[in-house]
């Protein structure tokens, strides 16, 4: 009668495992891009609407947007 025992290092991971943060990962390069884009997206956003906001103010002589806290518009 044979007997086999297997031992195993359960703190090491499985060699069929993938990396979990691996660059090679393509669900989180992925998911990355995802997010930079999106972030990106509402970066634009927020300028595009500051910069308009702000020309559009100015052609129409009224005051810039936030002109209460700005020392120089005080007396607007």
Known sequence: MELN?????????????????????????GFGFLIGAVLLLFLWMG?????????????????PMFYQGMLRFRGW
């Open 5 to 29: 025992i297997e031992v195993r290092d359960l703190q090491q991971p499985r060699p069929y495992s993938p990396e979990f943060v691996g660059f090679g990962q393509p669900f989180f390069v």
């Open 47 to 63: 300028l595009r609407f500051y910069v308009v906001n702000k020309h559009v103010r100015e052609n129409e002589g009224k005051p």
